[in-house]
């Protein structure tokens, strides 16, 4: 069964980063486009990043530049790397990828940015 386990959230202060994991099993990370969702209380579930099949990469542009996503083929995960971190990124982080017609989540894990 598909599963992806994300990890790395916490508390940060602004300024701070982190690093986000999303260990992927039952599928191959490099041969999938992987993304990163964030869901704020009392917002929509947003698109933060994209790594392609082919190791291209787009940002949504409230992190370009601060934000990037990578993947480690070997350990078949991918993470999301935060830095100058916001106020306004508090949010649960989730993995996404779709394979055929069915598209999996991860739990998500909390990002919390405050001082």
């Known amino acids: 069964q598909v599963q992806l386990v994300e990890s790395g959230g916490g508390l940060v202060q602004p300024g701070g980063s982190l690093r986000l994991s999303c260990e992927a099993s039952?599928?191959?990370?490099?041969?999938?486009?992987m993304r990163w969702h964030r869901q704020a209380p009392g917002k929509e579930r947003e698109l933060v990043a994209v790594?392609?099949?082919?190791?291209?990469?787009n940002y949504a542009d409230s992190v370009k530049g601060r934000f990037t996503i990578s993947r480690d083929i070997a350990k078949n995960t991918v993470y999301l790397q935060l830095n100058s971190l916001k106020p306004e990124d508090t949010a649960v982080y989730y993995c996404?990828?779709?394979?055929?017609?069915?598209?999996?989540w991860g739990q998500g894990t909390q990002v919390t940015v405050s001082s």
């Open positions: 996404n990828t779709w394979i055929g017609s069915t598209t999996y």
């Open positions: 790594i392609g099949a082919s190791g291209g990469t």
């Open positions: 039952r599928f191959t990370v490099s041969r999938n486009a």
